[in-house]
């Protein structure tokens, strides 16, 4: 299992104290910040996986905080008020929040929700395409725009026809598309003159984008059928 973390975003010390046991009972990392613009850094910095917000906070509030974050970051959000009226609560989640906790709060329930918005997250970014160009799919980023494929944030050196081989499988993402189908969709040859080929480069692929081609995280054979990105 991947390590989680979690930043906490509050100036009351005490809170964070008494959260940061909770979340590590449940094997979490906890990071915590006492203000909006301590909260952008350390996101600027680190991974993290949730972010819990308390909205009453000086200079830059949790709501200022929250719209920050949503310029370039999906990152789910709980947001922490005192106040409890309806129109506060549709004012965090109207503007990018993914949960609102009211204050006083049960630590257990607020650790329920924060499970809930990870496995909803983690759900979503299985298949999450961040725009028409971009497709995202765990660690591995290809963007057709650009032709640029990260994995894990480090660039991977593409020839135009790895690519599209790359980026057809993408966009089929689960089903496993036939020696033929890729034949036809790359190459726009018939199967039986570019079968080797679709061998060396689904090879020459893996020894760039797994980390053990041997043992395939992304590109998987189906024995008799052909391939698919998973």
């Given at each position: 299992m991947s390590e989680v973390t979690i930043l906490m975003v509050d100036d009351e010390i005490a809170i964070i104290k008494l959260m940061e046991i909770y979340v590590k009972n449940e094997g979490y990392t906890l990071l915590y910040a006492h203000s909006g613009h301590q909260a952008l850094e350390i996101i600027r910095i680190h991974k993290v996986d949730l972010i819990i917000l308390d909205i009453m906070m000086p200079q830059l509030d949790g709501i200022q905080t929250c719209m920050k974050i949503?310029?370039?970051?999906?990152t789910p959000i709980i947001m922490l008020s005192a106040k409890s009226q309806e129109i506060d609560k549709i004012t965090g989640l109207s503007i990018g929040a993914d949960d609102y906790v009211t204050?006083?709060?049960?630590?257990?329930?607020?650790?329920a929700r924060v499970k809930s918005q990870l496995r909803r997250y983690k759900h979503l970014n299985k298949r999450m395409v961040q725009d028409e160009n971009e497709i995202r799919i765990n660690e591995l980023i290809i963007n057709a725009a650009s032709h640029r494929v990260t994995v894990v944030k480090d660039e991977i050196k593409l020839t135009p026809r790895?690519?599209?081989l790359l980026h057809t499988l993408a966009v089929n993402r689960g089903l496993v598309l036939s020696m033929d189908k890729i034949c036809t969709a790359v190459w726009n040859e018939p199967f039986m003159q570019s079968k080797n080929t679709v061998t060396v480069h689904i090879r020459k692929l893996r020894e760039k984008i797994e980390?053990?081609?041997q043992h395939p995280e992304y590109i998987r054979t189906v024995w008799g059928i052909g391939y698919k990105l998973e």
């Open positions: 949503r310029e370039e970051n999906n204050k006083p709060f049960s630590p257990l329930e607020l650790i790895e690519f599209a980390k053990d081609p």
